[in-house]
């Protein structure tokens, strides 16, 4: 499995843009997985350019929730890509009576994609699945590897406790990537062999100092392959 940071709040290569927000692409048994878009749609696509990543060729773009910083670049992108398959969480989803903004926004540039609405946790591809929907409307995104789970969560709004939980039922937790909110509950991760906090994580310090060799640096530009 090859994980891109293609957006984040700070940038790991040079020539990249950094501004709040999170996005990666994930390559896992020839699917291309967007997780997020990011905040902005020409700074998601400018990375990608020079990341060398064309938005046509993505087959699947995963949204963890529906926050301006994750879901910001969804529009520019579906222009260019009309083939992806959408994975949107629950409140997405007109007859659910949440706020439909997302889908109006979305109408105009959805021609051809499939949109599955996530619920429960479920496949998305080989090795690849969804939690489902958890506390505060959010979803992560489990990728089964040889040396365990990998876990990507967009900002954690469901609390890292409730989705490493979730996430176990699939097998051994071995990495977690990404925005860990205000996360503090630091002995949870004590058994994760690779942490990349990373976005929004309000304690990425606090969370280094303690687990120095296990933690990576984000940011965008960042590759990362188990
Ligand atoms: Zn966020
Ligand atoms: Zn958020």
Known sequence: MKLT???DNEAFLEGLKA???FSCLIEEGGKKIL???GANGPILLENMEKMRID????DIIFISHSH???IGGLSDLLHINRKAELYLPFHFNKESGLPVLYLDILKDCLEGNKVVVSKE???IADNVYTTGILTNNEQSLIIRTEKGLVVVVGCAHSG???I???ASKYGKLYALIGGFHGFMDFELLEEIELLCPTHCTQYKKGIISLYPDKCIPGGAGKVIEI
């Open 5 to 7: 940071i293609l957006y």
């Open 19 to 21: 501004k709040w927000g």
């Open 35 to 37: 997780f997020d878009t």
């Open 55 to 58: 938005p046509a060729g993505i």
């Open 68 to 70: 301006w910083d994750h």
């Open 121 to 123: 946790g479920a496949k």
């Open 160 to 162: 890292i406790d409730e």
């Open 164 to 166: 490493l939980d979730s």
